[in-house]
């Protein structure tokens, strides 16, 4: 059965970093799309940034563009979202998603396994 867990959330003063990992179990992930998406209390679950695992290419919202960095680890079958200069705003409960379709863009509804999710909070 193929899992994704997400790691490395938590509390940070705005300004901060936090880095966010997500593991594979079950399966590889070199031909999948790979995307990190938020949800805040009381709002819709939105895109923050996805990676094609097989040639790299990222795509970020526009929110987080400069700021959030994703990249993807062969080696540990990981994908990872450096989150630099965070700030309040970006407090939400952050999951992982892979694709099954070869997609890697912001549409949830092209993802097929999710994580349970990690809270990153961020305070002022």
């Known amino acids: 059965q193929v899992q994704l867990v997400e790691s490395g959330g938590g509390l940070v003063q705005a300004g901060g970093s936090l880095r966010l990992s997500c593991a594979a179990s079950?399966?590889?992930?070199?031909?999948?799309?790979v995307g990190w998406f938020r949800q805040a209390p009381g709002k819709e679950r939105e895109f923050v940034s996805a990676?094609?695992?097989?040639?790299?290419?990222?795509n970020y919202a526009d929110t987080v563009k400069g700021r959030f960095t994703i990249s993807r680890d062969n080696a540990k079958n990981t994908v990872v979202l450096q989150m630099n200069s965070l700030k309040p705003e970006d407090t939400a409960v952050y999951y992982c998603a892979a694709s099954l379709r070869n997609y890697s863009g912001g549409r949830i509804d092209r993802y097929d396994l999710w994580g349970q999710g990690t809270q990153v909070t961020v305070s002022s």
């Open positions: 079950g399966r590889t992930l070199c031909n999948n799309g």
């Open positions: 990676v094609m695992w097989s040639y790299g290419r990222t």
